[in-house]
């Protein structure tokens, strides 16, 4: 059984530019969440999907956007970077947003800088 | 609104139990979750408990849930080297589409 992956694992932008950032889910995993983790401050929920759709958002702006496609697997798109969107971006699989305890799965991270 | 609240540094002997301590506001909250990180990685999920559970012991953890208070604690047994690392408490809300809440971690620091 494969775990959740993360591409790529560092990345390095200037503000104003766009950035696609990509995560396999686990395997059977039908829901996908994406977080933003700032350095030395817990995780914060962007949004998740569940089946191609979004399924709930976080207090994040209209540039931070996402797709869901039909092997499960995810991106989170970010445009007009800014420096505050420095951060580690961590996505998580669940088994089923719709369930009981959404038991959710984390891959490895990509750490993004933006100069 | 939610907010999850966690010391931010622990520090323990080798082989002592470490006792990491967590309070929550959201009274809907469904499952409470501990996940441990370890330096540049991502959150690796420990353990879980309902929020109708009181204790749930796996191996070396055991969690216990005062749900009247909102406190959840993470007791680690035999602590190791190894079990250096920030660990996380999170929380999710009745009714599901909203994500996890998380706190700020705790530093998990072992003493030789």
């Known amino acids: 059984e494969t775990g959740v992956t993360q591409s790529p694992t560092h990345l390095i932008k200037t503000r104003g530019q766009q950035v696609t950032l990509r995560c396999s889910s686990q395997s059977g995993h039908n829901t996908v969440s994406w977080y933003q983790q700032a350095l030395g401050q817990g995780p914060q929920f962007i949004f998740q999907y569940y089946r191609e759709e979004e399924n709930g958002r976080g207090n994040f702006p209209p540039r931070f956007s996402g797709l869901q496609f039909p092997n499960y697997s995810s991106e989170l798109n970010v445009n007009a970077l800014e420096l505050d969107d420095s951060a580690l971006y961590l996505c998580?699989?669940?088994?089923?947003?719709?369930?009981?305890?959404?038991?959710?799965?984390f891959g490895p991270g990509t750490r993004l800088t933006v100069l | 609104g939610e907010d999850v609240e966690q010391s931010l540094f622990l520090s323990v002997r080798e082989g002592d139990s470490s006792v990491i301590n967590c309070t929550y506001t959201?009274?809907?909250?469904?499952?409470l979750y501990w996940y441990k990180q370890e330096p540049g990685a991502g959150l690796q999920l420990l353990t879980y408990?309902?929020?109708?559970?009181d204790m749930k012991q796996d191996q070396r953890l055991t969690v216990l849930l005062n749900k009247k208070d909102k406190h959840l604690s993470l007791r680690i047994a035999d602590t190791q080297t190894g079990d250096s690392a920030i660990y996380f408490c999170a929380e999710k809300s009745g009714g599901g589409a909203d994500g996890l809440t998380f706190g700020k971690g705790t530093h998990l620091i072992i003493q030789p």
């Open positions: 959201d009274s809907s909250s469904t499952y």
């Open positions: 408990i309902f929020s109708n559970m």
């Open positions: 998580a699989s669940s088994l089923d947003a719709r369930g009981g305890s959404d038991t959710q799965y």
